[in-house]
């Protein structure tokens, strides 16, 4: 509370009404060391530490706690998506080819049943040779949940048959409908969401990291270090772009698993990412290196490693994580159109660009509209980090 | 301001340098070249590979030779204005790409003033008109247009063409133009179709500026200079034209730097989606089949105009804002 304008202790009331004050003195003593009470909430708000200030703005960033939430479903699903799906992403049923999305029905002849599936009519026509569903209302299907059903390996190492969600003994269950293979369009997004929301994440923290390093070096020593980062820099930054992710991603071998090619992209999007983040770490520190206890800690016999990382960078950690966040959503429409373009991920391995694949020509549109809903969970994904990015930056903004 | 110009311009030759080794190496990176490529889909189609052909090729590509030297053999061809051989169209890539880079560049300019013309003023309306139901709309949509792929938007908005105006889809002419001289009826075919590619290619890149000229436009707003010339009794209207728009206009220049390369592909995606004749999917198909002069000189053009954008918004902004000043202090 230091420079809180002093004030007079306690103030003898006002003449009332119009009259002239003339000039006025208080006769009180003049306390030179008074300073007003605080209240209980002022004293909370003063003596908070910092990242409970960076919370309390947050929560009143509306959108941005509503897209926190959000991404906490979307990485659970990342977390548990063998057990949220209700089929293995690649068990085929050649009885439903293109079948469009089910309804989920409650009552069945105004009986409550739960949810559940009506078994279908399945006919070719072959005027136009399409397969035409429809509902064959005698018989219900009621979902299952907390069931036995398609086998996996949770993260490729435990074997389990355990699912939150099983379609009827006999029956079948796609909300979301089904592919050219008869393969489950919602299991298929759950399992994609894994890869697609994962890029982002691992890609930022290597280009985080890459940043700090290459910047906090730059920023700290300044001199030829600064100057050759500089230039690295510029260079990275002459390049363009999307055609550079292309070159890149075309130069990663065909026959890698999907894991090695999944890793090699986001080292990818790593490597063109640092050079913003390294630009902002370096203009800061060249700032802060010049405050009074960065002097101190170096006097005290701070070795320059510990006095960037333990002194400097915490300064502005939260900027840099929010700006962080907001070139995620970057990442994760580039991972799709990459492996839209057949560049990126390939097949066997799901990823949401992979699904699009499928919806890649205009018969898809016309006719299986249904393939077209892995861009739901992008377009959510890529908003939610956005106005989580937008909030974090506000909160973490002392000046605002 | 001369001399700094011929000073940039001098730094730009090392930069393109280390710009078409570095895109030399990476398009040089997967196992094999064009003609292992060409070859084994010759055999798997059952045709005869005239080998005398293929070791012809090998020899004056220099395909034959280690790296390094091909690297060299391929910058003094571009030194002497050749750019090389497309292996894939038999052609010399200059003819390949001479061939798309028109309508390439009419798409994109297009599209450019498409940004700058919707972005403009909606963003001047929102940032006038802070929080009101307009606002809110356009934030949204604008929103929504950043978070959608655009190749997606592509195939939606071609069907409802398709569906609902009857509009023949893909392309950038009718087929049977297609390998037509220009004519004044092709050019109209031409003009027709662009209304949907430039639709969907605008979207991002106008919901992008619209969010940074607005609220650039709002910081401006704030400033005392803006109180102070209401105070004085300026008009409203003419006292925004007059600063603070002109102040906000900075993201207009500054782009030019990532937007003058997206006149030759910044669209790749979408072009891929709407089989437009455009170099996007050249490139795409280049780098896939390992056409390597083709891939290579795509991108060093983009390269090219990136840094050529760079120093044409710094002067530009230096032009606008005399607050900026190019000699000393901007390095540091």
Same mark, same amino acid.
């Given at each position: ?54 919370? *309390?703005?947050f929560?009143?960033h509306r959108l941005a706690v509503v897209s926190a939430g959000l991404l ?172 550079? *992710? ?9 026959? *890698? ?65 929010a700006?962080?966040t907001l070139?995620i959503p ?21 990823? *949401? ?27 959510l994904a890529v908003l939610a980090f956005n106005f989580l990015g937008d909030g974090l930056r506000d ?6 | ?138 934030s949204l949509?604008?929103f929504?247009?950043l978070a ?185």
């Amino acid at each position: 509370m230091n420079g809180a304008p002093m004030t007079q202790g306690s103030q003898p009331p006002l003449p009332a009404g119009d009259e002239d004050l003339g000039h006025w003195v208080s006769n009180e003593p003049f306390d030179a060391t008074y300073q007003p009470a605080l209240s209980p909430a002022q004293q909370r708000y003063y003596s908070a530490p910092q990242w409970k200030l960076i919370w *309390w703005k947050f929560r009143r960033h509306r959108l941005a706690v509503v897209s926190a939430g959000l991404l906490a479903v979307l990485y659970f699903i990342v977390i548990f998506a063998e057990m949220l799906a209700p089929y293995a992403p690649d068990s085929r049923n050649s009885q439903y080819i293109y079948a469009p999305p089910q309804r989920i029905h409650l009552f069945h002849e105004g009986e409550f049943l739960g949810p559940f599936v009506y078994g279908d009519h399945r006919k070719l026509d072959m005027e136009v040779l399409r397969r035409i569903y429809t509902e064959n209302t005698a018989k219900p299907h009621p979902v299952r949940f907390f069931c036995q059903g398609d086998k996996y390996r949770f993260w490729g190492m435990v074997e389990a048959r355990f699912h939150v969600i099983c379609p009827a003994k006999d029956g079948v269950f796609y909300p979301l409908g089904t592919d050219r293979l008869g393969r489950d369009q919602l299991s298929r997004i759950l399992y994609g969401a894994r890869v697609s929301l994962t890029v982002g994440l691992v890609g930022i923290v290597l280009s985080m990291t890459l940043g700090i390093l290459i910047g906090g070096a730059a920023g700290y020593y300044g001199g030829w270090a600064d100057l050759i980062t500089q230039r690295i820099i510029e260079l990275l930054r002459s390049f363009p772009e999307l055609p550079l *992710w292309m070159a890149l991603s075309a130069a990663l071998p065909a026959t *890698w698993s999907p894991v090695t090619t999944f890793f090699g992209i986001t080292i990818i999007f790593a490597l063109l990412d640092w050079t913003g983040l390294a630009r902002a770490v370096r203009s800061k520190l060249l700032s802060l290196r010049e405050e009074d206890f960065a002097m101190a800690a170096s006097l005290m016999g701070g070795r320059p490693h510990r006095i960037i990382y333990r002194h400097l960078v915490p300064n502005f950690m939260s900027h840099l994580i929010a700006s962080a966040t907001l070139s995620i959503p970057s990442m994760i429409l580039g991972e799709t159109a990459l492996s839209f373009l057949g560049l990126g991920l390939r097949p066997p391995a799901v990823s *949401w660009g992979v699904l699009l694949v499928e919806a890649q020509n205009l018969n898809v549109v016309a006719l299986y509209p249904w393939l077209m809903l892995p861009v739901v969970p992008v377009v959510l994904a890529v908003l939610a980090f956005n106005f989580l990015g937008d909030g974090l930056r506000d909160a973490a903004d002392p000046y605002h | 301001m001369l001399s700094y110009i011929f000073r940039r311009l001098l730094l730009m030759i090392p930069t393109l340098l280390c710009i078409s080794a570095v895109v030399f190496i990476i398009i040089q990176l997967p196992p094999g070249d064009y003609l292992e490529t060409y070859i084994s889909e010759l055999r798997a189609s059952g045709e005869q590979v005239s080998l005398e052909r293929v070791a012809f090729m090998r020899e004056e590509y220099g395909l034959d030779q280690p790296v390094l030297s091909q690297y060299f053999f391929w910058l003094s061809g571009i030194l002497h204005g050749d750019f090389g051989y497309s292996f894939e169209y038999n052609q010399p890539v200059l003819d390949v790409i001479g061939e798309r880079l028109p309508l390439n560049v009419l798409l994109n300019l297009t599209t450019l003033c498409f940004i700058y013309i919707v972005s403009f003023p909606i963003a001047f309306y929102s940032a006038i008109n802070q929080y009101s139901i307009g606002d809110y709309t356009f934030s949204l949509l604008g929103f929504l247009g950043l978070a959608t792929p655009n190749f997606l938007l592509a195939l939606v908005l071609l069907w409802l063409a398709n569906a609902w105006l009857g509009v023949s889809v893909g392309g950038l002419m009718a087929p049977e133009y297609i390998d037509a001289p220009w004519s004044w009826a092709k050019m109209g075919s031409v003009l027709t179709h662009l209304g949907v590619p430039v639709l969907v290619i605008g979207t991002s890149g106008t919901a992008s500026m619209i969010r940074r000229l607005r609220a650039n436009l709002l910081d401006e707003l704030q400033k005392q200079y803006v109180v102070t010339g209401l105070a004085k009794g300026l008009p409203r209207w003419r006292l925004l034209l007059k600063y603070p728009v002109r102040m906000s206009l900075n993201p207009f220049i500054a782009d030019i730097g990532t937007i003058l390369p997206s006149v030759v592909s910044g669209s790749s995606l979408v072009a891929v989606v709407m089989s437009l004749q455009t170099l996007g999917p050249l490139l795409v198909r280049a780098l896939q089949s390992q056409d390597m002069y083709l891939a290579g000189t795509i991108v060093m053009l983009e390269a090219f105009l990136v840094v050529l954008g760079v120093l044409v918004s710094d002067l530009m902004l230096a032009w606008l804002d005399p607050r900026i000043r190019l000699q000393g202090g901007l390095r540091r």
